[in-house]
């Protein structure tokens, strides 16, 4: 556990050294707020019978807080690009020499950039987006959810980036596939879209893959789209998901461990 906090402060140290990239990247999530909070409210004006139930106020609180979880849970760096240059420059041995579980070691590098995230671009852009956009708050027990729900979400992205890195293993580069990836994680996961606006016929595949539980379970908790029965449902489902990944993830990080294994004899 030591050696998980260990690698965990030392991710979070080595992202919040660049202020210049930080400053950057804040203001390019505030324009991205911007945009997204112009765009549903021009798209609620004019056809308010597509958003059935949903107000404007939680239109753009799932927006807003859709671009901001977005800045935590990132698909643009993380555990499966980590592997990725690792595999590629041939340093990934020292990563395998570790006295930590390899899993284990990128699960704590993923963790300590998550918190710095958290801390850096979750928690004051959104008390700032409060007051620009009006945003809406969720009561004690749908925080709570919430708090519960965006933690195992962030499990199951770090679970479906490592078994996407996995593939680096084979082909020693991910530039290939990443576009893919990257537009299926987005737009199956309800960050941009909310998953009740996709055509009907998708929507039973969208609800059947992982990704949806990434955002759209957090998102639809936080402004009350998910009520009563259907919060602990959503988290149940979350944890099913948590409990089969982490099993895919063992079971195919331990049949290519021990090919490198045997090449490496």
């Known amino acids: 556990m030591s050696l998980f906090w260990t690698f965990s402060r030392q991710l979070f140290f080595q992202q919040s050294a660049y202020r210049l990239n930080f400053w950057m990247e804040m ?7 911007y945009v997204v909070a112009t765009l549903w409210r ?3 004006n004019q056809t308010p019978a597509s958003f059935e139930s949903m107000t404007l106020d939680q239109m753009i609180t799932y927006a807003v ?7 935590v849970l990132s698909i643009d760096e993380g555990v499966h690009t980590y ?3 690792q595999v590629r420059m041939g340093m990934i041995t020292s990563d395998l020499m570790k ?3 390899f899993m284990l070691h990128m699960m704590a590098r993923n963790f300590g950039l998550m918190v710095t995230r958290i801390c850096f671009f979750l928690l004051p852009p ?13 009561g004690p027990l749908q925080t709570l959810a919430f708090v519960l729900a965006l933690l195992q979400a962030w499990v199951i992205l770090f679970f479906c980036n490592f078994l996407f890195g996995l593939i680096s293993f084979k ?3 991910l530039l290939g596939f990443m576009f893919t ?3 299926l994680v987005r737009f199956a996961s309800g960050q941009i879209i909310p998953l009740w606006m996709y055509p009907d016929v998708l929507q039973p595949l969208l609800y059947a893959l992982p990704f949806q539980a990434i955002f759209y379970t957090p998102l639809g908790i936080f402004t009350g789209v998910f009520a009563g029965e259907q919060i602990w449902q959503g988290l149940l489902i979350q944890t099913a998901w948590i409990l089969g990944l982490w099993v895919l993830a063992r079971l195919i990080w331990t049949r290519i461990h021990r090919h490198l294994v045997v090449q490496g004899g």
């Open 27 to 33: 203001l390019g999530l505030f324009l991205q707020l």
């Open 42 to 44: 021009v798209l609620f």
């Open 65 to 71: 807080l859709g671009m901001l979880i977005g800045s």
């Open 83 to 85: 592997i990725q240059t």
């Open 99 to 101: 006295p930590v579980d």
């Open 126 to 138: 959104l008390v700032v987006a409060y007051f620009l956009f009006d945003l809406m708050l969720p």
């Open 171 to 173: 082909t020693l580069d």
């Open 181 to 183: 990836y990257f537009a």
